[in-house]
């Protein structure tokens, strides 16, 4: 068992490292994208990959989460399961192809979008059969080889995109570095799985396992719909409803959110085998350990989101002043990132406590909400319409979860709310610090000292102490499972 331990601390340390890494030249390569292209390029090029994430659930179906559970039942079958779930993604790739390019012409595009949606199917391809390579190696509770891939992938995107960009390239060019480093990733995985795991990758048609394998995944399937819709069918509605400069514009809003959630992913990551542990060991510790959780996210994400509502103006200039109309959507959409945070303990409580189908439940009364709100309000007030939409959807989301939890565990809401009350009050006088600061310091020093005031008053208050923090990070040392975590390597982060 000590080395079973060993196996999963280690698989976390890869996981976060990788996570962190992954997001920060993401977010660095948006940036840099966002002022050369500017609002209009900027809303085609997310318009492709969002329009083109949504079909690419056609080629997976949930099979990664099926390959994963099954190869670590048992290494042997590896190679069954991996060749019946290939045999099955090459006609669902020409299915999803088709169905995107009829959807995109039948809109009536531009031959420019079009291009960028076909360039986007490409790299979708490749980074679901990549998924399904390292879905096997993850049944092999290995996580290091696809954390330095997701490391790799956004190194060669940004330097070609670099590259691209100091060559004076135009938008038609600048998927082909997403393409480079979905090959890499397509190619490395696939390297991986027959030389170093020694599994034979060809189709193969079973049809009694790929019949069990439909069966089984049909949970994954309607989560992963369900979860991409919601996701990325607001941009595709703001293309349609308010043209690609609103896409542009509310992609940085929408990119900082997706920047920030390595914090509770990493860390949800950490805290699901312990949960996990927990429910068939002992459900008061489980109670206890979840309370911790929603309270360490709290702490963290009160400062984040008031900090960044007030900076929003000098945020917004690192995009340049074509971007300035996206001050108030980004305040509106960073608002939730409480709701956004919390929503990962939750998840994992649920998953944890075999609550998969409740969670899928929640996620299609979310997605219905938010397609819903979408609808009306984008005609009406456009970006920040998405963008109230965006935000009162991950509030039900959370308020959907909180009840679910109610019934599994002994859950003291109001223990969470006071701490919530001491958050919100130490943001308060963090807020003013830096409304007096911003115009006179700059704007790397100003959330220091914000962040000093914050954690100062809030231990004063006490809102945490030692005891509670030891409490989170030995959490972390428990045994449980870990291998259906892993960063995520798609061409949407």
Known sequence: MPGKVANIAKNTSYFTVA???????????????????????????????????????????????????????????????????????????????AAAAAMINAFGYPDITKYLVYSS?????????TLSFFSTIRGFHNLAHESAGSIVFQLIVITLGVILIKAGAGLKLMFLPLIAAS???????????????????????????????????????????????????????????????AVGIYQVAFKMIIALQFLPMAFAASLYPALSLYWVKNKGQLSVTFERAMNYLIIISVPISIGIIMIADKIVLIFKSG??????????????????????????????????????????????????????LIPR??????????????????????????????????????????????????ALTVYYLKDSLSIFVVPIIGAAVYFLLLFLLGGFNKEDILSILDSFKRKGKIEDEAPDTTITN
């Open 19 to 97: 996570l962190i890494l992954q997001k920060v030249i993401s977010f660095s390569y948006f940036i840099i994208l966002a002022r050369y292209l500017g609002p209009e390029d900027l809303g085609k090029y997310y318009f492709a990959i969002s329009f083109t994430t949504i079909f690419s659930i056609i080629i997976d179906l949930g099979f990664a989460g099926v390959l994963i559970r099954e190869v670590a039942k048992d290494n042997a079958r590896a190679e069954r399961f991996l060749g019946s779930i290939l045999a099955m993604k090459i006609p669902l790739t020409i299915v999803s192809f």
């Open 121 to 129: 199917m490409a790299c979708m391809a490749l980074d679901s059969f």
């Open 183 to 245: 090959a890499f990733n397509f190619f490395y995985s696939m390297y991986l799985v027959a030389m170093r795991f020694k599994i034979k990758i060809r189709p193969v048609w079973d049809f009694p396992r790929i019949k069990h394998i439909v069966s089984i995944s049909i949970a994954f399937t309607l989560y992963g719909v369900l979860n991409r819709v919601y996701t990325f069918l607001d941009s595709v509605l703001l293309s349609l409803l308010s043209g690609d400069r």
């Open 323 to 376: 971007y300035s109309e996206a001050v108030l959507p980004l305040q509106i959409t960073i608002a939730q990132l409480l709701f956004t945070f919390i929503n990962f303990p939750i998840g994992s409580l649920l998953n944890a406590c075999d609550r998969q189908k409740q969670n899928t439940y929640i996620m299609g009364a979310v997605a219905l909400t938010s397609a819903i709100l979408n609808l009306i």
């Open 381 to 430: 007030i456009g970006v920040i319409g998405a963008s109230i939409a965006s935000s009162v959807s991950g509030i039900l989301q959370v308020a959907l979860g909180i009840i679910i939890v109610k019934k599994i565990i002994e859950y003291r809401l109001k223990k969470n709310l006071i701490i919530f009350a001491k958050a919100i009050f130490s943001a308060g006088f963090m």
